[in-house]
C-alpha cells in the first residue's frame, strides 16, 4: 500500500476528527513498526453551538508555509459535511498532498446493528447504515453526510465504515438483552449494542502494550467522556458491559442527552412524545421524544453550555453566577459515573481482577478537576490519585499518562484516545481493504 494514502473521519456529535497517514512499507508477517504514519490531523469543534473552530497540525514535510499549526474560527462551517469540505480546501491549500493520492477513506459509523466488522461502502451497506439512523440520530445520518461528500469529492477512493458497535459483539446475552418480549425484541433488532468502540479498542492495544500484557489478559474500566460519554468493562480483552445500549442515549448523560432516566419520564414530559420531530433532519426521523432525549437534554439544558471545560470551572467557582447549576450538572455526570464503576468493578471480579481504570475522551483527557473527584470516591476500593501527576498530564507526552498513587492493585491512567488512528492501523493491515 506505499505511495496511498488512508484519510480516516471521526464525526463525533460535537466534532468532526479527521487524519492523514502513510502506510508504512513492511513484509507483513515480521512487521515491527507501526502500520501507518501520521502526516496531517485536524479537527472541527463545536458542531453543535457554533461557531466552529478549525484546528489543525501537519508534519513539516508536506506543509506549503513555515507555519505547520493553524486555528481559527471556521467560517460558514455549520454541520459535518461543510466541515470536511472546509478539510479538504485547507488539505489542498496548505500542504503538498494530492486529492487523487487519498485511495481509502475510513469512516467512523456509530451504529452498525450486528455488523461484526468494518464493510466497504455500496449501495446495499450505505442503506443498511441508513435504515440505522434513527437508532443513532446525532451520528449516522452525519456521518452518511460525509461519505456521500466522499463519493462525489474523492471518486478515485474507497469508503470504508468502521463501526463503534462492533466492539461490543462479545457482549454476552444476558447482558446484551432486555427483559422485554423475546419475539419483538428479534424481530425488531431491540437489545444493547453499544458504542465508542473503535476508541475502546485503541485504548486497549495502547494500555495493554503499556502493561506489556497480552490483550487477551487485559482486564480494563475505561471511560470514555466527551459530548457523547460511556464507559466500557473489559474483561479478558473482549467488551463485557458498557453503559450505552440500543442507542447512544442510554447510560451517562451528554452535552445535549439525558443518559439513563426511567423509560416513562417521557410520556410525562410531552403528550407528543410519539409524534415525528419538527426538528429532525434529512434522512433521520426521530420522535419528539428521541428529539428531547437526544437534543434538548444533557448539561446544555441545565446550564445553557455544551462545553463541560466552562462547567467545571463554573464548578469550582462560587462567585460565578451560575455556580449551582453548573455545579449541580457536574455532580450529577459525578453520580452516574460512580453508577458505573461501582457496577463494573463487581462484574470483573474486584480486586485483584482488574488492571487499570481509564479516562479518556475530551473530558476524560483534559479535566484533572472531574478525574480527582471521580478518583476520591474510589477510595474505598483502593484507589488513589498522584495529585502532582494528575495536575501535569498535560505536560506529559504519548498516549498513556499514569496517575494513581503507589502500588495499589489496579492502575489510574489518562489514555489520549484515538479513533482515527485506530480504523487506519486497521485498514492498512488488512490485506485488501476494497472487498
Ligand atoms: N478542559 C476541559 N475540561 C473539561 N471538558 C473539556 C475540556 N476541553 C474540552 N472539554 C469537553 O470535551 C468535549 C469534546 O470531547 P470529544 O470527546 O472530543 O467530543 P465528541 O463527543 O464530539 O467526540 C467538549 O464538548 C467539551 O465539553
Ligand atoms: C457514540 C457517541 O456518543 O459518540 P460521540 O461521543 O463521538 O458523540
Ligand atoms: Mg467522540
Redesign the pocket.
Known amino acids: 500500500m506505499a505511495g496511498t494514502l488512508i484519510l480516516s473521519v471521526?464525526a463525533?456529535?460535537?466534532?468532526l476528527?479527521i487524519s492523514v497517514f502513510q502506510p508504512t512499507v513492511s513484509s507483513d508477517t515480521n512487521r515491527v513498526e507501526e502500520p501507518v504514519s501520521l502526516l496531517l490531523t485536524a479537527s472541527l469543534?463545536n458542531l453543535s453551538s457554533p461557531p466552529a473552530t478549525f484546528s489543525s497540525s501537519a508534519n513539516a514535510q508536506i506543509s506549503r508555509a513555515k507555519n505547520v499549526k493553524h486555528n481559527e474560527e471556521a467560517d460558514g462551517v455549520k454541520d459535518h459535511e461543510s466541515g470536511f469540505e472546509y478539510f479538504l480546501d485547507h488539505l489542498q491549500r496548505e500542504t503538498t498532498l494530492e486529492k487523487k493520492d487519498i485511495v481509502y477513506v475510513c469512516h467512523r459509523v456509530v451504529h452498525g446493528g450486528d455488523y461484526p466488522g468494518p464493510v466497504l461502502i455500496s449501495p446495499e451497506s450505505y442503506h443498511h447504515i441508513e435504515g440505522l439512523s434513527d437508532l443513532a440520530p446525532l451520528h449516522n445520518g452525519a456521518a452518511l453526510t460525509v461519505i456521500k461528500a466522499c463519493m462525489k469529492i474523492l471518486p478515485g477512493s474507497h469508503s470504508i465504515a468502521y463501526f463503534d458497535s462492533s466492539f461490543h459483539a462479545t457482549i454476552p446475552p444476558h447482558i446484551s438483552k432486555y427483559m422485554i418480549d423475546t419475539e419483538i425484541a428479534e424481530q425488531k433488532g431491540l437489545k444493547k449494542y453499544g458504542f465508542h468502540g473503535s476508541s475502546y479498542q485503541f485504548i486497549l492495544r495502547t494500555v495493554a502494550q503499556h502493561l506489556s500484557k497480552p490483550i487477551s489478559q487485559t482486564n480494563l474500566i475505561v471511560m470514555?467522556?466527551?459530548?457523547?460519554a460511556s464507559i466500557c468493562a473489559i474483561k479478558d480483552g473482549k467488551s463485557l458491559d458498557t453503559s450505552m445500549g440500543l442507542t447512544p442515549v442510554d447510560g451517562l448523560p451528554g452535552?445535549t442527552r439525558s443518559g439513563a432516566i426511567d423509560p416513562s419520564l417521557i410520556f410525562h414530559y410531552t403528550s407528543d412524545a410519539g409524534k415525528i420531530s419538527h426538528s429532525a433532519t434529512g434522512n433521520v426521523h426521530v420522535t419528539e421524544a428521541e428529539d428531547i432525549l437526544n437534543k434538548r437534554s444533557g448539561w446544555k439544558a441545565l446550564t445553557g453550555t455544551?462545553?463541560?471545560?466552562q462547567i467545571?470551572q463554573g464548578t469550582f467557582n462560587p462567585s460565578d453566577p451560575l455556580y449551582l447549576k453548573y455545579k449541580l450538572a457536574f455532580d450529577i455526570f459525578l453520580d452516574r459515573i460512580l453508577n458505573f464503576l461501582g457496577a463494573y468493578y463487581l462484574k470483573l471480579g474486584g480486586s485483584g481482577h482488574l488492571d487499570a481504570v481509564v479516562f479518556s475522551?475530551?473530558?476524560g483527557e483534559?479535566?484533572k478537576e472531574?478525574r480527582e473527584a471521580v478518583i476520591e470516591r474510589c477510595a474505598c476500593l483502593g484507589f488513589k490519585l498522584d495529585k502532582r501527576k494528575n495536575t501535569g498530564v498535560d505536560e506529559v507526552d504519548g498516549s498513556v499518562v499514569e496517575i494513581g498513587e503507589g502500588d495499589a492493585a489496579a492502575k489510574v491512567m489518562v489514555c489520549r484516545t484515538d479513533e482515527q488512528l485506530e480504523m487506519a492501523r486497521q485498514c492498512a493491515l488488512d490485506k485488501d481493504p476494497s472487498t
Open positions: 471521526n463525533g456529535s460535537s466534532s476528527k469543534s470514555h467522556l466527551g459530548s457523547g452535552a455544551t462545553d463541560f471545560g467545571v475522551g475530551g473530558i483534559r479535566s472531574l
